[in-house]
């Protein structure tokens, strides 16, 4: 025992969390929201306790589920680049929650508050499994569940929009899950493992024998499935209307830490299954390396064509994500590690955005259009503050994570050795970068513009005080009131600031992690 309890701890992260969304079932809103708060922070310190014993270690560890060993069993695998992971994630998750908590009373009817919380729960259960899980058909379970409760905490505010947006993303979320399943399926046919290691060393012997065609395929079709799901370029046209019509604190986590957890797992993939020496050799990559780049391009170029902020920042999440993709397909060491870089860097940042831009919207009668929105930072100058800290780190002005993440970028297709890598990658970094400028940049100073912004007091007032319950327990705050927003925007605040200046320390856990992941 002592010390070595620890392993215990991802597969406590897991089975806590499971218990919990049945509990919540159980308890009101407002006690099923203090308990998820403390929960969640329970889950963060477990997960510091794996970081910091995977350290000290110096070496990953393998929890075998049951009495059955490889290649039969189940397992939970843990190192450096998981456990920093799963505390990154379920902070930024916490800090959604508190942050959205005021337009959560408004947005959902007080009796479905606690089965908000369930679904919070259940995914928070995805989540962690997904990090954790060395076994690919867990991965499949798993990628269901997270699925199924994001299209539950989208449509949880009931307007009209928010169903037709969660009708469409559960139609091509289920297409990419098919997808996802047959590459699985295919994969399996042909190593006879589920267990992701067991599989490399099978997938090694296939192409050393000459069957590339076929693992090109099957990952080729893993690949589009996650693709679908995460909103890799062309499939990023479900975003604007997920993003805009939910509630913040749900804007928030799916865009910062769902689409991200696909994207991990396939990263998992390529790392563990498949194996970066076979990947390196797969034309995946340079199809990858390709839609990240168009990606990056278009995803900005739909921002600038957005005429409200959500859509713009939901279009923005698409461009951010051609970076991470763009990453994994260009190779090399500094390559994987700059990709997964940027997924932490986009999850800090675009959670506070969408937990921001309402504020604006609150205070510009309840209007979301650009043009009501002049002057919204003068009038909630907190919200003014935060939203302009993140757009310098999207745009990519030093001390930030953004910039951090390019420069990393650039210094990555240097290290390539390969001069049209080179040449691709620092054209398309000019190109986004300007382009997020022109864009959140002009945002900035149409805020911070006094002018005929929330003047149209006539409009829908989407977050009205009186559209609250009247028999709500804890009526919705006044705006005066910033504790429960300004507390989690300084938390990931100060995540972007340290991923900024000190961006050598995360890279160094990275590259510890990947060192450790096979």
């Not at 701890?9 to 708060?37: E, H, N, Q």
């Not at 693992?215 to 209307?241: E, H, N, Q, R």
């Not at 709500?472 to 200046?501: C, H, K």
Request: with cysteine.
């Amino acid at each position: 025992m002592g010390i070595d309890f620890i392993r215990n701890f991802p597969l406590f992260t897991i089975v806590l969390s499971l218990f919990s969304s049945v509990l919540c079932m159980m308890l009101d809103g407002r006690r099923a929201k203090r308990y998820t708060v403390c929960y969640e922070c329970f889950l963060i310190a477990l997960s510091c306790a794996v970081l910091w014993y995977v350290s000290e270690t110096g070496e990953a560890f393998t929890y075998v589920m049951g009495e059955f060993p490889a290649p039969w069993g189940n397992e939970i695998r843990a190192g450096v680049l998981e456990a920093l992971f799963a505390v990154m994630f379920l902070t930024i998750l916490l800090c959604s929650v508190l942050g959205g908590w005021r337009f959560l009373l408004i947005d959902v009817e007080h009796s479905k508050i606690n089965l908000y919380f369930t679904l919070i729960n259940l995914l928070t259960a995805a989540l962690m499994a997904l990090i954790w899980t060395n076994d690919i058909f867990t991965g499949y379970v798993f990628l269901e569940i997270l699925t199924l409760s994001s299209c539950g905490i989208l449509i949880v505010r009931e307007i009209g929009r928010t169903t037709l947006a969660a009708v469409r993303y559960m139609v091509l979320n289920l297409l990419g899950s098919g997808l996802f399943l047959l590459g699985v399926v295919l994969l399996y046919s042909l190593t006879g493992h589920l267990l992701m290691v067991p599989m490399r060393a099978a997938v090694a012997e296939i192409v050393a024998e000459g069957g590339v065609i076929t693992i090109t395929f099957s990952l080729a079709v893993l690949t589009i499935g996650l693709g679908i799901k995460s909103g890799l370029f062309p499939f990023y046209f479900w975003m604007p209307d997920t993003y805009g019509t939910a509630t913040p604190a749900s804007a928030a986590i799916l865009s910062a830490l769902v689409s991200k957890a696909y994207i991990l797992l396939l990263f998992k993939i390529y790392w563990r299954v498949i194996g970066m020496e076979v990947f390196e050799q797969l034309p995946i990559r340079y199809l990858l390396f390709g839609l990240g780049i168009l990606g990056m391009v278009f995803g900005s170029v739909s921002a600038i064509r957005a005429n409200n902020i959500h859509h713009m920042v939901a279009f923005s999440s698409a461009a951010q994500t051609g970076y991470i993709y763009m990453g994994l397909g260009m190779g090399g060491p500094l390559g994987y590690v700059t990709a997964l870089f940027q997924v932490l860097a986009h999850a800090v940042t675009k959670s506070l955005l969408f937990l921001t831009t309402p504020r604006l919207a609150r205070v510009s009668g309840d209007s979301l259009l650009f043009q009501n929105l002049e002057g919204s930072a003068i009038r909630d100058k907190s919200a003014g503050i935060f939203f302009t800290l993140c757009s310098f780190s999207m745009v990519g002005i030093p001390i930030f994570a953004g910039f951090s993440a390019k420069l990393l970028f650039a210094v990555a297709a240097v290290e390539t050795g390969n001069l049209g890598v080179l040449f691709a990658t620092m054209l398309a970094l000019a190109v986004s970068s300007v382009l997020n400028a022109l864009y959140f940049i002009r945002t900035v100073i149409r805020v911070y513009t006094a002018g005929r912004g929330g003047a149209d007091i006539s409009a829908p007032r989407i977050y009205a005080e009186e559209h609250n319950d009247a028999d709500t327990a804890e009526p919705v705050p006044d705006t005066g009131s910033r504790l429960s927003y300004w507390v989690p925007a300084l938390i990931l605040t100060g995540m972007n600031l340290f991923l900024g200046l000190f961006s050598w320390v995360t890279v160094d856990f990275i590259r510890r992690g990947l060192a450790m992941f096979a």
